[in-house]
């Protein structure tokens, strides 16, 4: 499932939309973005183990797999890259 939004938009809003067609996974990784307790109830609710760093803010820390989010966050990098590749390729960065 894909969910556009326009402008700068919290990632609630994508989360909210697309948490009812989630398909049955283990765990959900998930950047500091999505770290709110709503979310992580209803993954845990829907039997998804989250793995979503906590916010700065967050007066109690909540644990996660660090190792994981090094994976995570590897992913993320690639598709920067890609998007990188993207303006070169087609003369965007000149």
Known sequence: DLFVTVGPVSDYVGARALLSSLPKV???????????????????????RP?????????????????????RNRIKIVFGRLKDWRRVATGYDR
């Open 26 to 48: 283990d765990w959900l990784l998930g950047d500091r973005g999505y770290d709110a307790d709503w979310f992580r109830e209803a993954l845990q609710d829907k039997g998804i």
């Open 51 to 71: 793995f979503i760093p906590s916010q700065r803010q967050r007066n109690t820390p909540v644990k996660y797999d660090r190792r994981r989010d090094k994976r």
